[in-house]
């Protein structure tokens, strides 16, 4: 027993560390879920933001890293070389970072996720640049965390920093054209040609924007389907943004038939004129009797719609048509349709076929 005891006694200072970080770790699984049970209720009955960014603190809690730097704790109290030391002390102390990066980064995430919230209730335009923001705001995070950690293990970072600085150009130059989508975003969080919630088109595609990100934008087009443009092709493109519409101009185009009389005609330009006053929300500009067609005299009119809604513009085209189809009846004018007059000069001959000279 006594030999047992003396071939044990070496590892006993191991073993301490090892109770200590499992002691730790045991209490860190009981009591997290409990707190973050607890904590949740509590913040369901609150209106303030804070302890929901605790809770979303206490989730990021990463029970192996409190166990590494509570085991590192454990060794301090031994007596080790000192490349063993070093080594459990760099392994504890990139640990500590490396939880208070998740800490950080968990109440940013929070609080983006609140101010995106918020800003899509009251600011459109700042929640399509909340994306960009927290992404760049997580990369100087990450960045500081890791230059201070290294700082702290005895690395010369100035050195790093220099380094980093010769393989940034290295790696921009590999990654451009995803580089030239992340700025493309930024060009469009800063100029903002469009927000989240805008019904656009570009070229041929029309739908309302649903997501900005760093390298591509989504739409939901009219027939349900997603359709995902890449930043830098999307700001090589003319955007037509009809949700910034306040007013929409309506061209219309009709014929009649040649047979109108003149007085008829000239009836027509002051008829439709009183059929679109009629209507609510518009403002008559002109009709005029645009030329002499083919097969009709055509007419053109044009006014203005005073909301940019399209269903609104419909419903007052449809009572327009139906109205001058109603007092065109009354008024004895006709519609024009395609017609073809063929006109032959002289007398005509019809001649019989062969097979009717035979008969």
């Not at 879920?33 to 607890?38: A, D, Q, S, W």
Request: aromatic share 10%; glycine share 6%.
């Amino acid at each position: 027993m006594t030999e047992l005891l003396q071939h044990i006694e070496p590892f006993r200072p191991w073993f301490y560390a090892a109770a200590i970080a499992a002691t730790i770790t045991l209490l860190g699984a009981l009591i997290k879920p409990l707190v973050i049970r607890k904590l949740g209720k509590f913040s369901e009955r609150t209106s303030t933001h804070i302890d929901d960014a605790i809770v979303d603190m206490l989730r990021a809690t990463q029970l192996w890293l409190l166990a590494v730097a509570a085991f590192a704790v454990g060794t301090q109290l031994m007596e080790l070389t000192n490349a063993v030391a070093k080594v459990a002390k760099s392994a504890g102390t990139l640990a500590v970072f490396l939880q208070i990066g998740l800490w950080a980064s968990a109440l940013l995430q929070a609080w983006l996720n609140r101010a995106r919230e918020q800003a899509l209730l009251t600011n459109v335009g700042a929640a399509t640049s909340l994306s960009a923001v927290g992404f760049i705001v997580k990369i100087v995070l990450w960045a500081v965390m890791l230059l201070v950690a290294l700082d702290n293990l005895g690395v010369n970072i100035t050195t790093l920093v220099a380094g980093l600085g010769v393989g940034g150009v290295a790696v921009a130059l590999a990654v451009q054209n995803i580089l030239g989508d992340l700025f493309a975003s930024l060009s469009i969080v800063i100029d903002k040609p469009f927000v989240i919630g805008d019904f656009i088109i570009i070229d041929d595609y029309m739908g309302t924007v649903e997501n900005v990100g760093l390298k591509t934008t989504r739409i939901r087009s009219l027939g349900g389907e997603q359709i995902v443009f890449a930043n830098s092709d999307l700001l090589k493109n003319r955007v037509r943004n009809y949700k910034r519409m306040f007013e929409r101009r309506i061209v219309f185009n009709f014929g009649v038939l040649y047979q109108t009389t003149p007085d008829q005609l000239e009836s027509i330009p002051g008829l439709i004129r009183e059929i679109i006053e009629a209507q609510e929300k518009v403002r008559f500009d002109r009709a005029h009797c645009q030329k002499f067609g083919d097969s009709s005299i055509d007419f053109e009119a044009v006014f203005w719609v005073l909301d940019p809604d399209y269903n609104l513009y419909m419903d007052i085209q449809q009572a327009i048509n139906f109205q001058i189809k109603r007092r065109f009846a009354e008024a004895g004018i006709d519609f024009a349709y395609p017609t073809r007059t063929i006109v032959v000069e002289g007398p005509l001959r019809l001649e019989r076929g062969s097979a009717a000279k035979t008969s």
